[in-house]
C-alpha cells in the first residue's frame, strides 16, 4: 500500500466522520425533550447511531477511492494550512465553552448546566465557530487529496449544516429571546467577520 493511498483511506474515513456531524445534530435536536428524559444516558442511543453513520457513509465511498479529480502531492500545502486554521478556530471556541456545552451535554441536562449565550472571544467573529473548524478540516482533506468523493462529502456536510445552522439558530433564539436575534444580526454564521 502507498503513502498516496494510505492517505486516500484517512482521508475518506476523517471525511465520513466531520461529513455526518450535521446528521448526528439533526437526531439530536429537533427530538431535544425525548433526549433529555434520558440525560447523559441518551449518549448510550445517539453515539451508536452516529457510529452507524459513519460506517454507511464510509461504504459509500469506499468504491470511489480511486476516483481523483488530481493528484498532486503540492496540495497539501494549502491543506495543511486548513488543518491548521481549522485547529486554531477550535482552540478559539473551546476557550469560552466548558466541556459540556461542547458535547451538548448542556442541552440534554439544562437544569444541571450553566445556561448562558457566549458572544465573546472568536464568537464575537461568528456564530458558529466549531462549525467554521469542522469546515476547515474537511475542506482540507478534500484539497491535500482531490478525492472526487470527499467533494461529494463536503457538499453533503455543507447543505445539511446549512440546515442545522437555521436549526440551531432558531433554538437559540427561543432560549435567549432578543439578545439572540440582535447578535443574530451583527455577527455572521460560519464565515468570520474581521472587521468590527
Not at 453513520?53 to 468504491?63: G, Q, R, Y
Not at 486554531?88 to 445556561?115: I, K, M, T, W
Not at 456536510?157 to 435567549?176: Q, S
Not at 440582535?182 to 454564521?189: F, H
Request: glycine share 6%; proline share 5%; hydrophobic share 50%.
Amino acid at each position: 500500500m502507498t503513502v498516496r493511498s494510505m492517505l486516500d483511506i484517512l482521508a475518506m474515513l476523517v471525511c465520513s466522520v466531520y461529513g455526518t456531524i450535521p446528521l448526528f445534530w439533526l437526531v439530536v435536536h429537533p427530538f431535544i425533550d425525548r433526549w433529555r428524559k434520558r440525560g447523559r444516558r441518551a449518549y448510550a442511543l445517539i453515539l451508536p447511531v452516529w457510529g452507524f453513520l459513519i460506517v454507511i457513509t464510509f461504504l459509500i465511498v469506499w468504491p470511489h477511492r480511486f476516483e481523483h479529480l488530481y493528484t498532486n502531492r503540492f496540495a497539501w500545502v494549502p491543506a495543511v494550512t486548513l488543518f491548521y486554521i481549522g485547529f486554531s478556530v477550535y482552540s478559539e471556541a473551546f476557550q469560552n465553552f466548558d466541556r459540556a456545552q461542547v458535547s451538548g451535554l448542556a442541552e440534554l441536562e439544562p437544569s444541571r448546566h450553566r445556561q448562558e449565550l457566549v458572544t465573546t472571544g472568536i464568537r464575537s467573529r461568528v456564530r458558529h465557530p466549531i462549525y467554521l473548524g469542522h469546515l476547515c478540516e474537511i475542506l482540507g482533506w478534500c484539497l491535500g487529496a482531490g478525492l472526487l468523493a470527499l467533494y461529494g462529502l463536503a457538499a453533503f456536510a455543507i447543505v445539511t449544516g446549512w440546515v442545522m445552522i437555521r436549526i440551531e439558530d432558531r433554538e437559540l433564539e427561543a432560549r435567549f429571546g432578543e439578545s439572540y436575534r440582535q447578535y443574530r444580526q451583527c455577527v455572521p454564521a460560519v464565515i468570520p467577520r474581521f472587521n468590527r
